[in-house]
């Protein structure tokens, strides 16, 4: 089968209007409409868009030919004719057959939310496995919509919208895409395969790791830049971190952990994307602590808390240990210190302030490290002599008689979620009265 090639002009600027409706299930729904259309303005212009205009429309419902009310497809129309608009891009997901509406009464390239973030990821993906990780959300996204998206997908088009699969490989045939996406499926078991290696590797090396995770442009790259010195990409947009990167980072005491950047999260990510992400993400389930770092100074703080949140219980990680960080503090108003109220564990601080970070590098010890103990196990007991490598750092052992004496400093969650009721001893009567 002969396969079409779409050529993609990427010096073409898209000139948009953006689109929001506001339905009475948005409003139940308790979100901020306002901050949602906001965001989108700040996804727009990480896609390279120029925004030119925005409308929104109040409605108890979607319409179902043309998502907004006939009435508003016209003034979008005009307004399109008088700005030169080249594209429209709605707050919500569109159906296919609502796109292909569009696009015939707006002459209008149309996008909406979702295929615009699968766009800017498609733009910043770099490594094979996030480049396949995006193709197969963008896909498995087009899929059901081949009925749309004509005016995307022309061979003249480019900009947003075209990136990936719409360039080279997108054909309007299903049964292709269908055996496109099963390829890639099976590359990303294989790197699933190879990161389970990974991390099995280093659990029994007894490597502790450390998550970053929050909301996007929350400076998660920039803390991690910070405390290990590493050279990664920083800049104040969305998405500056697609491929997750880890780096070595020494705490106050020496002790050694492994603290690792992943991807922001963003309000109505898109599922297939946290589908496809799940292999890189799956770093998280195995961090022994997850830094939650927040944008303090942002207005929507406590919404984006709740995002972070509801994707880390979707991920299957919601109740693993946390440490919330409110970061940008210089940024922030008087009334930031409140955010500390409540008796919740975090901190307040600035990713370029050296005493903040030694705060934070202290706390980090405190959460991870537990006391020292000492253990006294029989020789032939392996098991508990595994365990106590597992548990912790083992600062000393000693050999006498049929006992094994260790010194260990505890790592507090493998010590709590060990199974075992590893206690320290200080007699064979002892070992043997526990059995």
């Known amino acids: 089968m002969a396969t079409t090639t779409y050529e993609t002009r990427h010096d073409i600027q898209d000139r948009a209007i953006l689109v929001s409706l506001i339905t009475d299930e948005i409003k139940r729904g308790g979100s901020d409409p306002e ?11 990480t896609a390279g868009v120029e925004v030119l205009s925005a409308i929104t429309q109040n409605r108890e419902t979607p319409d179902s030919r043309w998502f907004i009310g006939k009435g508003k ?26 796109v292909r509406n569009l696009e015939e009464a707006l002459d209008l390239k149309i996008i909406d939310r979702t295929q615009l973030i699968l766009d800017i990821f498609a733009g910043r993906a770099k490594t094979r496995e996030g480049i396949i990780q995006v193709e197969l959300a963008q896909l498995s996204y087009l899929l059901p919509r081949l009925v749309g998206h004509g005016k995307n997908l022309s061979r003249l088009g480019g900009g947003i919208g075209t990136r990936g699969p719409g360039e080279t490989k997108l054909e309007t045939d299903r049964r292709h895409i269908r055996d496109r996406i099963s390829d890639l499926k099976r590359q990303l078991e294989e790197v699933v395969r190879h990161r389970k290696l990974h991390r099995e590797r280093r659990k029994k090396s007894g490597v502790t790791q450390v998550a970053l995770v929050g909301y996007t442009n929350a400076g998660k790259s920039t803390l991690l830049r910070e405390l290990t010195a590493a050279d990664v990409y920083v800049e104040n947009q969305l998405f500056a971190t697609l491929d997750p990167t880890s780096r070595n980072w020494e705490l106050p005491s020496g002790k050694e952990v492994v603290l690792t ?8 990510l898109p599922h297939d994307l946290v589908a496809a992400f799940r292999a890189t993400l799956e770093e998280v389930n195995e961090a022994d602590l997850i830094l939650h770092v927040i944008d303090s100074s942002s207005p929507m703080r406590e919404e984006q808390i709740t995002v972070v949140g509801d994707i ?21 108003s008087s009334d930031c210190r409140e955010l500390l109220a409540g008796g919740k564990e975090a901190l307040l601080i600035s990713a370029y302030d050296k005493e903040d970070l ?8 405190d959460k991870l490290i537990g006391d020292t103990k000492s253990f006294a196990i029989p020789a032939e007991r392996g098991d508990l002599i595994a ?23 505890l790592n507090k969650h493998e010590f709590e979620v060990s199974g075992y009721k590893l206690e320290p001893f200080t007699s064979m009567d002892e070992l043997r009265s526990e059995g």
């Not at 004719?81 to 919500?92: H, N, P, S």
């Not at 109740?319 to 922030?332: A, G």
Request: hydrophobic content about 40%; some cysteine.
């Open 387 to 409: 365990l106590a490598y597992r548990c912790g750092e083992v600062l000393h052992q000693e050999a006498e008689e049929d006992l094994v004496r260790l010194t260990v400093q």
């Open 358 to 365: 030694d705060r934070l590098s202290n706390a980090v010890q």
């Open 35 to 45: 901050h949602s259309l906001d965001e989108l303005v700040s996804l727009a212009e």
């Open 73 to 98: 497809v016209e003034e979008l129309r005009a307004a399109a004719e008088e700005l030169g608009a080249t594209t429209a891009i709605f707050d919500q997901e569109l159906s296919g057959a609502q």
């Open 312 to 332: 880390l219980t979707q991920l299957g990680a919601g109740d693993k240990p946390q440490l919330m960080v409110y970061n940008k503090k210089d940024l922030c």
């Open 261 to 268: 950047d992943t991807v922001g999260f963003i309000q109505n």
